[in-house]
């Protein structure tokens, strides 16, 4: 068995692949604070919890976006498994980087271009939504060609709602209408459907420079909201980054 680690700046997902099929996945907070001993009692947990042991795992791999966790991942993963984990960078990923900084992509964006690329060739454009809302454009050759970065809707939301005094925090779902009747849906109607239409504009830029047969995916904490309310996404997949990870350590 792999186990497949995605750690982001606000939540770490981590997946057990038998083959290849996920039979297992966990979601935990992403704390830097973290030690390795504490990690990998957490892991340990996680796989007893399983009916698994530290002897059915066969490899770990990894895909970061917080550099200072390397460490603790390396070591606590180490004690809980017995196996040294691989990280996924610029200089060992399996698919070209056609852009000016190679080594500025993040490892995660990586792996949804080697998961986007296997599972459906391409041109393919996977949106991760995370803490910051990533997208990637991949090339039918399966190349990273680049993409756009915007702050996540609750990010923008809690910005506002910290600033104006008037306001307060709302649960994040799509209001009636654009024209709001009270102060909730009013800010549903300028957050919600302002971020709908801002996903929904990019896409729309990213096929006026590709064609229309760019295949769109989402990925990420947030996408079934985005994938349920717009067309021009055609496929929800919430295990893509752990997908791309898998097929990696397949090939590293």
Not at 126 to 132: L, N, P, S, W
Not at 137 to 149: C, K, Q, S, Y
Not at 212 to 219: E, F, G, M, N, Q
Request: charged letters at 20%.
């Amino acid at each position: 068995m792999i186990l497949a680690c995605d750690v982001g700046n606000t939540q770490t997902v981590l997946g057990l692949f038998d083959g290849d099929d996920l039979t297992e996945h966990w979601r935990l907070s992403t704390d830097r604070n973290r030690t390795g001993d504490e990690f990998a009692i957490q892991v340990g947990c996680l796989l007893h919890e399983a009916g698994l042991g530290a002897g059915d795992v066969s490899g770990v791999v990894i895909s970061s976006v917080v550099p200072s966790l390397k460490r603790t991942l390396r070591d606590g993963l180490a004690k809980a498994i017995g196996v040294e984990p691989r990280f996924l960078s610029h200089a060992n990923c399996s698919v070209r980087l056609d852009v000016m900084e190679p080594h500025a992509v993040g490892a995660d964006r990586m792996a949804n271009t080697i998961a986007a690329h296997a599972m459906h060739g391409g041109p393919c454009l996977v949106i991760d939504f995370g803490t910051a809302v990533n997208f990637d454009l991949v090339d039918g050759t399966g190349a990273f060609l680049g993409g756009a970065i915007a702050p996540e809707m609750q990010l923008a939301a809690n910005a506002l709602t910290e600033r104006a005094a008037q306001l307060h925090s709302i649960p994040l779902e799509v209001p009636p209408s654009v024209v709001g009747k009270t102060t909730v849906e009013n800010l549903q109607a300028g957050i919600v459907l302002g971020y709908l239409d801002l996903v929904d504009g990019l896409i729309r830029r990213f096929r006026s420079c590709i064609d229309d047969t760019l295949r769109v995916i989402a990925t990420g904490g947030k996408a079934r909201l985005f994938a349920e309310h717009l067309e021009e996404i055609d496929e929800y997949a919430p295990f893509l980054t752990l997908r791309g990870l898998y097929i990696w350590s397949k090939t590293a």
